[in-house]
């Protein structure tokens, strides 16, 4: 089955920089890849995701990259703000007609945005 | 809409004892799918299921049961809860048709001592 590996599990960056996520993934079948965040005690929500027939999607200060040959994909989040700080999650799902939607999701990374 | 609701919202169980985590959804979704996360680890897919009716095995499924008999509902059943089903449990949903959003309950916090 699908395995999904996600680092790093924590990332520490100063308010205005770059921050960057990597997941790669192990069914070259999938062809979604979401990615939710997790605020402490809440629950997950999507931020952003990417279909297998593009390369790259930008929303506003996220943008996700996704390199099929490679069989990973990335969240790219620019100017951060103190309220970027949470948990991560990238998750991958395939689903071709009788296929099933279901997320397999990575580890998490813990974003931590200091003022 | 409500969206995805779970009840309760937190329960301690006693070793050996059962309880059925409640899920229902008011959005008419084919996808319902039960998941469970540790303290600071990610979510493990316990059960899924692509209709009313039909229920298929997740990562991890020991311990655990589903049914699916209406569209609405997914109950998850703990039959002899062990200090390794301390867990948060989420529900969650997605619209039929193709590869899209899931949409989560806010959760269930499960202790059992």
């Known amino acids: 089955g699908e395995n999904v590996e996600q680092h790093p599990s924590t990332l520490s960056v100063q308010e205005g920089d770059s921050a960057v996520i990597k997941c790669t993934y192990s069914d070259s079948a999938s062809n979604y890849f979401p990615w939710y965040k997790q605020e402490l005690g809440k629950r997950p929500q999507l931020i952003i995701d990417i279909r297998s027939n593009v390369g790259e999607k930008k929303d506003q200060r996220i943008a996700v990259t996704l390199n099929k040959t490679a069989k990973h994909f990335s969240l790219h989040i620019t100017e951060t703000q103190p309220e970027d700080s949470a948990v991560y999650f990238c998750?991958?799902?395939?689903?071709?007609?009788?296929?099933?939607?279901?997320?397999?999701f990575g580890t998490g990374t813990l974003l931590a945005v200091q003022p | 809409n409500a969206g995805v609701t779970q009840t309760p919202k937190f329960r301690i169980l006693k070793i050996g004892q059962s309880m059925t985590l409640q899920c229902t959804q008011d959005?008419?979704?084919?996808?319902m799918y039960w998941y469970r996360q540790d303290p600071g680890m990610g979510l493990k897919l316990i059960y899924y299921?692509?209709?009313?009716?039909?229920?298929d095995k997740g990562e991890v499924p020991n311990g655990y049961n589903v049914s699916r008999s209406t569209t609405e509902d997914f109950p998850l059943r703990l039959e002899l809860a062990a200090p390794s089903q301390t867990s948060v449990y989420f529900c969650?949903?997605?619209?039929?048709?193709?590869?899209?959003?899931?949409?989560f309950g806010q959760g269930t916090r499960l202790t059992v001592v």
């Open positions: 959005m008419n979704h084919n996808y």
């Open positions: 969650a949903s997605s619209p039929p048709g193709g590869i899209t959003e899931a949409f």
């Open positions: 299921s692509v209709g009313a009716g039909i229920t």
């Open positions: 998750a991958a799902s395939k689903n071709y007609g009788g296929a099933t939607n279901k997320l397999i």
